[in-house]
Each structure stands twice: as C-alpha cells, then as structure tokens.
C-alpha cells in the first residue's frame, strides 16, 4: 500500500513549457509538503499546506503554483519552466498532532531542456 | 531561521566498522531532530528520531545523541553492512503546526565489503 505517491516519476520537457506533478497521500494527515532537491543533494521546503491552506511559502519563484484541492492530494503546477528548475521534486506529508514524522513520496525527476 | 551543518558530506567504512555522522544547528528553539536515509532514486525514509527532552535514543544498531548545550546530534551506526550505503540527512525543527524541517547537507555513507 502506497502511502505517499507522486506523479510522474520522470518529467523531460522544453524550456518555457508548463508542467504539473501530482502527489496523493493515505495516511489520513493533514500537512502535506513539496520539497525541492538540487543535483548537489540538497533538500528545501518549497511550500507547506495544512487543512488545503499554505502555511509555508518559502522564496519560490511565483511560476510555482501549488493547489491542495483537498487534505489528501497537493498538486504542484510549473509554469514558463527553466533550465534551473530540473531537479526531483519530492511531496511528503505529516500528522499535525502526535508524531512529526514526514513521510516522502517517490520524487518526481524534472528534466529541462 | 534555523541553520543546519552536517559532517562529513563523504563517509566511507570498512563492513563491520561503525559510522558517525555529526550536526549542528543554530536555533535554541529547535525541539525535534530526526534522521533520514535516502537510497538512490527513492525518497528519504526516517530511520530514528530524538526530541530535545532525551538525551540519547537507540534503535537495534541505529543511535542518535544530542547535545542540547553545544547544539549538536549525532547519528551512530554499529556493525555496518553493504546495504547502509546510502545518502543520510540530518533535520531539525520546532514541533509547531506545519512542523517545517531543516535539513542538513547530506552525508553519502558507503560501506565496503
């Protein structure tokens, strides 16, 4: 049983292009997160979102447009990508109370040309 | 904000031998410290977690230790095997709505047979 699930697991597109990653969780939490990683390994939160609302936005260009349609599922659309946003996109989520552990998805590689 | 330091970023040992990774943070409020293993082409997965009210945490081979004086925990692992080999990041955070992780620059731990 998946319990946190990204889609797709490789994006290769065009400079200037838009793009959308999904990201599903079943565990019943209701913080979920994206996360960027850079080549050099390193991981930054990119937005948070609690109960569908941001919480976190950190300094992410505003072409980066996450959309929670419900506590389960936080979507993030790209839009007039570039070369600098290849990464792997990774989704993780959280219970707001008790433990703290996040939980990572798959990651999603994004590959612009 | 918090600042997260991780050393080594380059880990090597023998089969059998233990492995120390080491970090530092700068925000006093920081209370939750877990860390994360991460294989190649998978998402980071908790392996052991400490809250600043503990002073040590031990999980089969797995330790964790924290310094909440000096700032600092450490990551302990005994008796290494081929499949430890993988990235390790350091996090820290204050356990608040949104929880938000700072996470260390990443240690890539490989063992040799």
């Known amino acids: 049983d998946t319990a946190v699930s990204q889609t797709p697991k490789y994006l290769v597109t065009q400079m200037g292009n838009d793009k959308s990653i999904k990201c599903e969780q079943n565990?019943?939490?209701?913080?979920m997160y994206w996360y960027k990683q850079d080549s050099k390994k390193f991981l930054k939160i990119m937005f948070s979102?609690?109960?569908?609302?941001?919480?976190i936005n950190e300094t992410v260009p505003n072409r980066f447009s996450p959309k929670s349609p419900d506590k389960a599922h936080l979507n993030l659309h790209i839009n007039s990508l570039e070369l600098g946003d290849s990464a792997v996109y990774f989704c993780a989520s959280s219970a707001t109370s008790g433990a703290n552990e996040q939980f990572f998805g798959p990651g999603t590689r994004l590959t612009v040309l | 904000g918090e600042n997260v330091e991780q050393h080594p970023s380059t880990l090597s040992v023998q089969e059998g031998d233990s492995a120390v990774i080491k970090c530092t943070y700068s925000?006093?409020?920081?209370?939750?410290f877990p860390w994360y293993k991460q294989e190649l082409g998978k998402g980071p997965q908790l392996i052991i977690d400490i809250r600043s009210n503990v002073g040590e945490k031990k999980d089969q081979r797995i330790a964790v230790t924290l310094n909440k004086t000096a700032k600092h925990f450490s990551l302990h692992i005994t008796e290494t095997q081929p499949e430890d080999s993988a990235v390790y990041f350091c996090?820290?955070?204050?356990?608040?709505?949104?929880?938000?992780?700072?996470f260390g620059t990443g240690t890539s731990l490989t063992v040799i047979p």
């Open positions: 996090a820290a955070s204050r356990v608040v709505t949104g929880n938000q992780f700072y």
């Open positions: 565990l019943g939490h209701d913080t």
């Open positions: 925000d006093s409020a920081s209370n939750y």
């Open positions: 979102y609690n109960n569908k609302e941001l919480i």
